[in-house]
């Protein structure tokens, strides 16, 4: 987790455009959201965050190959104490972890 969140900024997500709608329910959490396409509004008062995403080219090391979702942060409307609070629990909900 960072200890700040800029308005808008970019990520490369590991993981499949399914896999990524599949957990963004929880990660927003009860904030209204709407999907259209690649990208989705969500409702975070009182301003707003506007995600697009777009697949990109699997990374590969060595035989190993793991999908690329590049996503698009941006907010609207929310002090930087909202956006890090917002995005405390999206990056909680979104972290993945193996061993």
Do not use: H
Request: hydrophobic share 45%; charged share 20%.
């Amino acid at each position: 987790m960072q200890s700040s969140y800029a308005e808008s900024f970019e990520r490369d997500m590991g993981c499949t455009e399914a896999e990524w709608l599949g957990w963004l329910p929880a990660a927003i959490g009860s904030c209204p959201w709407q999907l259209d396409g690649g990208s989705a509004r969500v409702d975070i008062a009182p301003g707003a965050l506007q995600l697009r995403w777009r697949v990109m080219p699997p990374r590969v090391i060595a035989l190993m190959r793991m999908p690329v979702l590049r996503v698009n942060f941006a907010f609207s409307g929310l002090d930087a104490a909202q956006r890090f609070a917002f995005m405390k629990r999206f990056d909680l909900y979104m972290q993945r972890g193996g061993g």
